[in-house]
């Protein structure tokens, strides 16, 4: 099947985002920046958060105002406790305050079986995938907004568990437990706290010149669009979409959950 994807519009006034501001960590391009876009085009503000990508950032940033839309490139090493502080810092400073936080950002690795995954690797992944979400999602939770919303970018790997990912599934798998606690700690004050568990998607880290594509077994990519009853891989707005939603006020009693969005795939 061809895999379409979505022309966004532009920036709606009346949406059901008008008047709240977002920051999107991981946006300048592929999920991170299909969020960002669907987000704007239903009203929001939007803080486009990159760490390296700055020339990316900025193309998003310029994309996202050229449809109406306000938004912000902030760099940040979520890594580092204080450079979060200052990326939420800068938003409310921009913008006014944070309604709504996307923790998208995150790094992956060659497929690597699990006897022969070095140290050196799995603490790279740790620090991005576990450490850097946690210091995003405690920001999110002293700055937020009351009636806010947190969502958390994860992927299939946690609950497929494929060949290969084991560095990656376990790194990705942490924050699923804290969404949970957040949920519970923040939902007095309108708060909701949700991970979108993601499955595979032809952009990122399965984009065609990505190191996960090269070292692939041959036919992986076939193999993962024909597990989708749809018979292809995602796209990034096919994410977006859901982020979007969760996002929105008719979301408001889907709290605490982890959603799989794979088109319900068996990978």
Do not use: C
């Not at 810092?89 to 995954?117: E, R, S």
């Not at 969404?179 to 909701?192: F, K, P, Q, Y």
């Not at 979007?244 to 889907?254: K, Y």
């Amino acid at each position: 099947m061809e895999n379409k994807t979505r022309d966004y519009p532009s920036a709606r006034p009346s949406g059901p985002l008008n008047g709240k501001v977002a920051i999107v960590t991981g946006a300048p391009r592929s999920i991170g920046r299909a969020i960002a876009q669907a987000l704007t085009a239903d009203g929001a503000s939007v803080v486009v958060h990159y760490r390296s990508r700055r020339d990316e950032a900025e193309q998003t940033v310029a994309s996202l105002r050229s449809r109406g839309a306000q938004a912000l490139a902030v760099r940040a090493d979520l890594t580092e406790s204080s450079e979060v502080s200052a990326l939420f810092a800068a938003t409310t400073a921009h913008f006014g305050g944070v309604d709504i936080v996307v923790a998208n950002a995150g790094v992956t690795a060659p497929l690597t079986p699990l006897a022969d995954v070095t140290t050196e690797e799995f603490d790279r992944l740790l620090a991005v995938n576990t450490r850097s979400v946690f210091l995003v999602l405690r920001e999110a939770a002293r700055t937020i907004r009351d009636g806010g919303r947190i969502i958390n970018i994860t992927s299939s790997t946690v609950k497929f568990t494929p060949a290969g990912f084991s560095a990656y599934a376990t790194t990705k798998a942490g924050a699923n437990v804290t969404v949970g606690v957040l949920a519970n700690e923040l939902g007095s004050r309108g708060i909701t706290v949700n991970s979108l568990m993601v499955g595979p998607v032809a952009a990122g880290f399965l984009a065609a010149d990505s190191e996960v594509v090269a070292g692939a077994p041959t036919g992986m990519m076939e193999s993962l669009a024909a597990a989708a009853p749809m018979g292809r891989l995602g796209h990034p707005s096919d994410i977006a979409g859901i982020a979007a939603f969760l996002a929105a006020p008719a979301a408001g009693w889907i709290n605490g959950q982890i959603l799989l969005a794979n088109n319900g795939g068996s990978i």
